[in-house]
């Protein structure tokens, strides 16, 4: 049995994330949540809706880091929809990436969306909170 599975029967329903759109990043995110800096995440909505991502409120989720090991549980406090110009400086500072400015957010996010081929000022995104349950 992998830690995963053993995760999923300690938290049923338990969802598996892995962010970032590489390996490294996928560390350093996992690594930002882990240590309680990073406490919330955002996606376009039409990315979830072709991934059939169903996270729900309250539930947990796995973390995985870039070498696809859990580095921790969450569980998610909120989800809302906003546009990407309506992110405010609060939503980036919880991301907890880079020097936690907004502009900072607004770089990489634009750019890690222009590379997934959706970016707009006003597409739709899903933000989310989380707090961490179990450190691994």
Known sequence: MTAVDELKIKYPGATVWQMGDS???ASELA???RKGIKTATCGSLASYQQEGASSTIGGYII??????RPACVVRL??????RFCDVSAEFARK???GDLSHAYWRKEHQRFFTQEGSFSEDMALIAEEFEVVERL
Do not use: F, K
Request: net charge negative.
């Open 31 to 33: 690594d930002l949540i």
């Open 63 to 68: 973390i995985l880091d870039g070498q696809e």
């Open 95 to 97: 991301e907890g990436e």
């Open 77 to 82: 406090v909120s989800a809302r929809l906003v």
């Open 23 to 25: 390996p490294a990043l």
